[in-house]
């Protein structure tokens, strides 16, 4: 592989997490190019149709040491020896980048993330801690054990495209929908609906131990340890509603489509105070110390 400059591991890629759901290691194909894939807790999203050689993207990278399974998922569905053509990060908390060194020690593509994320996955900026004084279940409780620290990609690292074009994905745009993290980012496709969404909102109510473990569906808010600017995360919320999309793939939870999803996504934008923004905690109270 071409040396692109070395990469630095982190617990935010080495920390394994003990914790999973009843859907993990499923794939659920979306229309004829999105493949949302269950990692644990989380998904990745394939966007490719199979047999077009390298023409496909993998958005998100999975859990802490979810590298292989990752691999050896695009490798059934897309076939060995050949890696995307690019990744691109809705953002880079731990369980979105999880496997990202190596994925990258296997494929050497380019790592596309808004300007806001770079310094995450560059060593330059830790996340804030997560807020294990929120309102919520029990995974709220434990986030206190979720790493935060920057990974180091190096060279590999690229900011998306200031004109909204998402490379390696035509016809698709990103949107900067900040709130869960500064730099988050979702995308969307206006000639079918689509939309991935990351953790602007989620379709399993993620503080939940026991929700979470069932992927009980519910079109939530941004999962609330994890989230310091609530003000932004409900514009965020807005914005993607006004949308109207026809199908959502999220980071957390299964996709959802049709009437459900803009009745449900409706509901979240119109009573995101009420349904999304925890009683207490410390970035709902103004504080972050």
Do not use: C
Not at 181 to 190: A, C, I, N
């Amino acid at each position: 592989m071409e040396d692109h400059g070395n990469m630095e591991r982190s617990s935010s890629t080495e920390r394994l997490q003990p914790i999973t759901s009843v859907n993990s290691g499923d794939g659920i194909p979306m229309g004829g190019d999105l493949y949302s894939f269950t990692i644990q807790i989380v998904n990745v999203i394939f966007y490719g149709k199979p047999g077009h050689g390298n023409e496909w993207v993998l958005i998100d990278a999975g859990m802490p040491k979810s590298g292989d399974k990752i691999i050896e998922e695009a490798e059934r569905r897309f076939g060995e020896n050949n890696p995307p053509q690019s990744i691109i990060l809705t953002h880079a908390h731990f369980d979105h980048i999880g496997g990202l060194i190596d994925v990258l020690e296997k494929w050497d593509v380019p790592v596309y993330a808004h300007l806001l994320e770079i310094p995450y996955i560059t060593g330059k900026r830790d996340y804030p801690d997560p807020d294990m004084t929120v309102e919520g279940g029990m995974i709220a409780k434990m986030s206190k054990l979720f790493p935060t620290e920057a990974i180091d990609i190096g060279e590999r690292a690229h900011e998306l495209p200031a004109d909204g074009t998402v490379p390696g994905m035509p016809g698709w745009r990103w949107l900067h929908t900040p709130g869960h993290s500064e730099g988050h980012v979702s995308l969307f496709r206006e000639s079918d609906g689509a939309l991935i969404a990351g953790d602007a909102f989620v379709t399993v109510k993620q503080d939940a131990m026991y929700k979470v473990m069932t992927q009980e569906l519910e079109v939530s808010g941004p999962p609330v340890y994890l989230t310091p600017d609530w003000e932004s995360a409900e514009q965020s919320v807005k914005a993607l509603a006004m949308l109207q999309p026809k199908v959502a793939l999220t980071g957390h939870g299964i996709p959802v489509s049709g009437e459900y999803l803009q009745e449900h996504l409706g509901r979240l934008a119109a009573n995101f105070r009420e349904l999304a923004i925890p009683d207490h905690g410390k970035y709902v109270d103004g504080s972050d110390s």
